[in-house]
């Protein structure tokens, strides 16, 4: 699993194109105004273009109302209501019920459509996580919820605006501490009467790679930046929101979600920031 950049170009025929984003070198103008990015087929999983293409006001959401309305998402998440063929697709497939280290440890209970469940753990910048039951959406909905109560395991990760970074010893006790809570989970569930909905084989995840002290001490170079309007370097790191950029010896974590849906324009070279207007690129996701 590694994160893309989706990329519109703006000459309004060419398809978005979806490349790794780790390691590219970049040089980027970030607009003022924020545009519709479209959505993504819940069925098919192809980045729909928008048709409007309005600015966006810069408090409301991340999709103009047709938008949202055609994706279907919304509807379907908040109202269980499936009337698009779509949603009616996305939310009958298998969900899926994890238990998610964040950082070293925030233990967090969640859930995930099965179609998006590695993107949701990454997306959301857990360490590790173990996948640990299977259900129908609103099975998994309950769950969660039951689960979390009678636990008291959060379901909601405060955000942050680090990258965390852990130890090889740290990442292994937060690994056990997420086992632990597996185990008690696991233990509810058959106690409480739904053990058919825990998976066989539990799938554990590391998400998150270790790494040596030298590098914690670079974090106190980072500065987070969270309404970019210049973004140049090379990209290290996507991990939940943010972006990691290393630009000489220094590092800037830039907010991920507040560049989606704005023109970029591309430098022709990274040395001399000038801009060039004819290869203005939408980022999408
Ligand atoms: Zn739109």
């Not at 984003?21 to 993504?40: A, K, T």
């Not at 996305?90 to 994890?98: I, M, P």
């Amino acid at each position: 699993m590694i994160p893309n950049l989706v990329t519109s170009p703006m000459d309004g025929l060419t398809e978005p194109k979806v490349e790794p984003i780790l390691g590219m070198n970049i040089s980027w103008q970030v607009s003022q105004d924020r545009y519709c990015p479209g959505y993504v087929n819940l069925k098919s999983s192809l980045h729909i273009k928008c048709k409007n293409n309005g600015v966006l006001d810069a408090i409301k959401g991340e999709r103009c109302v047709l938008c949202e309305r055609l994706s279907g998402f919304k509807k379907g998440f908040l109202f269980r209501d499936y009337s698009s063929e779509e949603s009616r697709y996305y939310f009958t497939q298998r969900h899926v019920l994890y238990v998610a280290i964040h950082g070293i440890d925030l233990v967090k209970i969640g859930t995930a459509n099965i179609l998006r469940k590695y993107d949701r753990l990454y997306e959301q910048g857990a360490t590790a996580a173990t996948i640990v039951g299977e259900g129908t959406f609103n099975e998994i909905m309950f769950l969660e919820d039951f689960i979390s109560r009678t636990l008291s395991i959060a379901q909601h990760r405060r955000r942050t605006n680090d990258i965390p970074t852990v130890s090889p010893k740290q990442l292994q006790d937060a690994i056990s501490q997420m086992r632990e809570n597996v185990a008690k989970v696991a233990s509810l569930l058959q106690k409480a009467g739904y053990s058919k909905h825990l998976v066989k084989l539990p799938e554990e995840l590391v998400l998150l790679q270790p790494s040596s002290d030298s590098r914690s001490v670079a974090l106190c170079l980072r500065q987070y930046i969270a309404k970019p309007r210049i973004i140049v370097g090379k990209i290290k790191q996507v991990f939940g929101d943010l972006l990691l950029v290393k630009r000489g010896e220094e590092e800037f974590v830039y907010n991920k979600r507040s560049i989606i849906g704005r023109i970029v324009s591309k430098a022709s070279s990274a040395s001399l920031p000038t801009y060039d207007q004819e290869h203005q690129y939408r980022i999408c996701s």
